[in-house]
């Protein structure tokens, strides 16, 4: 039976380099792999983008209406030069932008279709809330793997902090994919909450 696979971390935890390779190495071994991505990352557009400078087409982009195995269909049935044959595995990146029922979907893939799913992505928010695609992966997925990065401090990093202006802020819509106004900065729990109790200060100006 194939398995759907959580692979989880902070920002900049390498899930996007992870999932590349991970690509590679189906392929170096003449296995045929799709991957794809949530509609809702609009960072590189059509694209993966790893933060080392490596980047790749998705087969297919995933809407919020979207049914995933009629998506994985379709694209399974297209073919160009090497991409014949059965589907090895699929891999997506930024899973927590998922709807729920969009990872059930997911897990039936892998159940009863047979194909390996590969989901990238990080539990939680800005706020240290779970982003709803990443829970149910936490309920349903076969297997759990953290990849882990380290905080500024050297500790282990958990949360993702939200910056604006180069300020932390607290507030505000979950979704807010990094860019030139909002990045993001890996921070284990101690300064995470040293951020968020300065932010609290009142100003000096």
């Known amino acids: 039976m194939a398995k759907l696979y959580f692979r989880y971390g902070a920002m900049n935890s390498g899930k996007s380099t992870g999932l590349l390779q991970a690509a590679f190495n189906y392929e170096e071994r003449g296995q045929r792999v799709l991957l794809a991505k949530p509609a809702t990352d609009t960072k590189g557009d059509t694209q993966i983008v790893s933060r080392l400078g490596v980047s790749r087409e998705v087969d297919f982009v995933i809407t919020p209406d979207e049914r995933i195995r009629e998506a994985f269909d379709r694209a399974s049935e297209r ?19 998922l709807l729920p029922d969009q990872v059930e979907q ?100």
């Not at 090497?82 to 990146?93: F, K, M, W």
């Open 106 to 205: 997911l897990l039936e893939l892998a159940v009863d279709g047979g194909v390996p799913v590969l989901a990238y992505g990080i539990r939680t928010d800005f706020q240290t809330r779970a982003f709803p695609g990443s829970a149910r992966l936490l309920e349903l997925a076969h297997s759990l793997e953290e990849l882990k990065t380290i905080c500024r401090c050297g500790r282990k990093a958990m949360f993702n902090g939200r910056k604006v202006d180069d300020r932390f802020v607290f507030d505000g819509d979950q979704v807010a994919i990094d860019g030139e106004d909002v990045t993001y900065e890996s921070l284990c729990a101690s300064c995470y909450f040293d951020e968020k109790r300065k932010s609290e200060l009142p100003s000096l100006w």
């Open 79 to 97: 073919t160009s030069a090497g991409e014949h044959g059965p589907v090895a595995c699929l891999l997506i990146d930024e899973a927590q932008f």
